[in-house]
C-alpha cells in the first residue's frame, strides 16, 4: 500500500497540496540541509560538473522562498565544507563563485522579503570575490527580522568544535571562566551557531546517509531526514514532504 507521501509523488501532488496538508502548528523552527548530488545530476546527464552546481542555484532558489512561505525561522544550508578543497581546483574555484551569482540576482528579492542573511565557517581560505559577496549580503540585510538564511562556508564541524574547545580553554586559564562552569549551553555560546536555536530538522539529499563534518553538536537531537533525490531536482514538494515526516515523528529528547 502506498503511503500519503509516496501517492504525492505517484499524483504528481504540487507543493500547494503539499503545503495544504501540513499542520502550519508544527512547523520546524531551524531546517538545515546538506544540498548534495549536484555533480551526480550532471553525470547522468552527460554534462560537466559545474552545470550541476549552477542548477543546485535553482533549488536553493525554490526551497528559500519555501521556507519563507511556511514560516520556518531559520534555514541553513551546507555550501561548501572544509574538506570540499580536495575537489578540482576548477571545481573550486567555480563552486567559490557561486555566491556572486546567486547574490546577484536574489539579493534584491532577499531584501524584499525580510530575508537576514548570514554565514557561518572559516573565513580565512576564501579568495576576497567570495568574501566580499557575502559579507555585502549579511550587511544588506542585517536589519531584516524575517527569515534567518545561514549558509554554511567553509565549514566543518570538528574544527568549529575544536576551535570552541581552544576559547574555552583560554578563557579558563585568563579566570574569565571556571572549569565547573562549562556546560552543554556554554560549549553551544561558543559555536558559530550560539546566536541560532539548534536544527529541528536536518535534511540531506542524493542518497547518502551521513552527516559529513556538519553540525554534529547542533544535531544531536535533530530529526533526520534523507532522500534519493539529487539536490537539483529537490523541490518544493520534496521540502514539504520532509516537513510532514518531521511533524509524525515524536521528539522525545532521551526520555519516555
Known amino acids: 500500500m ?19 496538508e501540513l ?27 559545474i552545470a550541476g552546481h549552477r542548477e543546485g542555484i535553482k533549488a536553493i532558489n525554490k526551497i528559500v522562498r519555501q521556507a519563507n512561505q511556511l514560516d520556518v525561522k ?8 572544509t574538506e570540499n578543497w580536495k575537489r578540482p581546483k576548477a571545481e573550486v ?4 563563485s557561486l555566491p556572486e551569482i546567486f547574490f546577484k540576482s536574489e539579493l534584491p528579492i532577499l531584501k524584499q522579503e525580510n530575508v537576514n542573511v548570514r554565514l557561518m565557517g572559516s573565513m580565512a581560505q576564501l579568495p576576497e570575490h567570495t568574501l566580499k559577496a ?6 544588506e540585510t542585517k536589519d531584516n527580522d524575517g527569515l534567518i538564511l545561514n549558509f554554511a562556508l567553509n565549514y566543518g564541524s570538528r574544527s568549529e568544535m575544536l576551535e570552541a ?9 585568563a579566570g574569565k571562566l571556571s572549569s565547573d562552569e562549562v556546560t552543554e549551553e556554554v560549549m553551544s555560546s561558543y559555536l558559530m551557531t550560539a546566536s541560532i536555536s539548534d536544527p529541528d530538522l536536518l535534511i540531506r539529499t542524493s542518497g547518502e546517509i551521513r552527516l559529513s563534518n556538519f553540525m554534529l553538536w547542533q544535531a544531536a537531537y535533530s530529526e533526520l531526514w534523507f532522500t534519493d533525490v539529487l539536490w537539483p531536482d529537490f523541490n518544493e514538494s520534496h521540502f514539504a514532504e ?6 509524525k515523528r515524536a521528539r522525545r529528547y532521551g526520555g519516555v
Not at 74 to 81: E, N, Q
Not at 165 to 173: F, L, M, Y
Request: hydrophobic share 45%.
Open 93 to 96: 574555484d567555480y563552486l567559490l
Open 134 to 139: 557575502v559579507r555585502n549580503a549579511v550587511e
Open 242 to 247: 520532509a516537513i510532514a515526516v518531521y511533524q
Open 2 to 20: 502506498l503511503d500519503k507521501f509516496s501517492k504525492w509523488r505517484a499524483r504528481g501532488k504540487d507543493s500547494n497540496e503539499a503545503i495544504a
Open 165 to 173: 574547545i581552544k576559547q574555552i580553554s583560554e578563557d579558563v586559564a
Open 23 to 49: 499542520e502550519t502548528t508544527n512547523i520546524p523552527n531551524h531546517v538545515a540541509i546538506i544540498m548534495d548530488g549536484n555533480g551526480r545530476w550532471a553525470k547522468k546527464r552527460g554534462l560537466p560538473r
Open 74 to 81: 531559520v534555514l541553513t544550508l551546507y555550501a561548501f565544507s
